[in-house]
T-cell receptor, first 113, second 115 residues
Framework: NAGVTQTPKFQVLKTGQSMTLQCAQD?????MYWYRQDPGMGLRLIYY???????DKGEVPNGYNVSRLNKREFSLRLESAAPSQTSVYFC????????????FGQGTRLTVV | AQKITQTQPGMFVQEKEAVTLDCTYD???????LFWYKQPSSGEMIFLIY??????QNATEGRYSLNFQKARKSANLVISASQLGDSAMYFC????????????FGSGTKLNVKP
């Protein structure tokens, strides 16, 4: 089983460039999430989608946009990358927003120079 | 305010011994879930164990058990019979049951298992 698949795994951007991180899950989960992981700070929620057709802000949404393309796919877009967005990004999914287990992708290591 | 505290940045344990990773949390929500995840050097996040605040018994999953002390607001992870493959970062996390956009993670504990 693929589970949660993120692409790309690594990316280097110049300040001001844009890019989209892709995420897809094959578990028929309703809820999907985007997190960023910074040293010493654990994971912080950027955006989430409780179900297909809905998206909501998390703890640190500034500088990001998301699209829940369909039930499987949830993308994260950086319109104008900044060095402060250098981080490791994780996509996750769960059956519902109150599910007791969330499954994570392998992460995208993004560097903005 | 919600907060997860993992006070052990790094720990060492001898192979085959048990180890406890500490986690305390602070929440005003009456119902919440507590999670532990493992992050190996390869980077993925692997779900280990879940405990609901309403659960009377401590959760167990194979060699993992969660020592839940609600009054102390602690949710320590116990790994029995450590294996070399247990060397990884471990994250404690909490999510209020009815505020599902809040999924808080601690800063992690780096566990090294020595042969």
């Amino acid at each position: 089983n693929a589970g949660v698949t993120q692409t790309p795994k690594f990316q280097v951007l110049k300040t001001g460039q844009s890019m989209t991180l892709q995420c897809a899950q094959d578990m028929n989960h309703n809820s999907m999430y985007w997190y960023r992981q910074d040293p010493g700070m654990g994971l912080r929620l950027i955006y989430y989608s409780a179900s297909e057709g809905t998206t909501d802000k998390g703890e640190v949404p500034n500088g990001y946009n998301v699209s829940r393309l369909n039930k499987r796919e949830f993308s994260l877009r950086l319109e104008s990358a900044a060095p402060s967005q250098t981080s490791v990004y994780f996509c996750a999914s769960s059956e519902t927003v109150v599910a007791t287990e969330a499954f994570f992708g392998q992460g995208t290591r993004l560097t903005v120079v | 305010a919600q907060k997860i505290t993992q006070t052990q940045p790094g720990m060492f344990v001898q192979e085959k011994e048990a180890v406890t990773l500490d986690c305390t949390y602070d929440t005003s929500d009456p119902s919440y879930g507590l999670f532990w995840y493992k992050q190996p050097s390869s980077g993925e996040m692997i779900f280990l164990i879940y405990q609901g605040s309403y659960d009377q018994q401590n959760a167990t999953e194979g060699r993992y058990s969660l020592n839940f002390q609600k009054a102390r607001k602690s949710a320590n992870l116990v790994i029995s019979a450590s294996q070399l493959g247990d060397s990884a970062m471990y994250f404690c996390a909490m999510r209020p049951i009815y505020n599902f956009n809040k999924f808080y993670f601690g800063s992690g504990t780096k566990l090294n298992v020595k042969p």
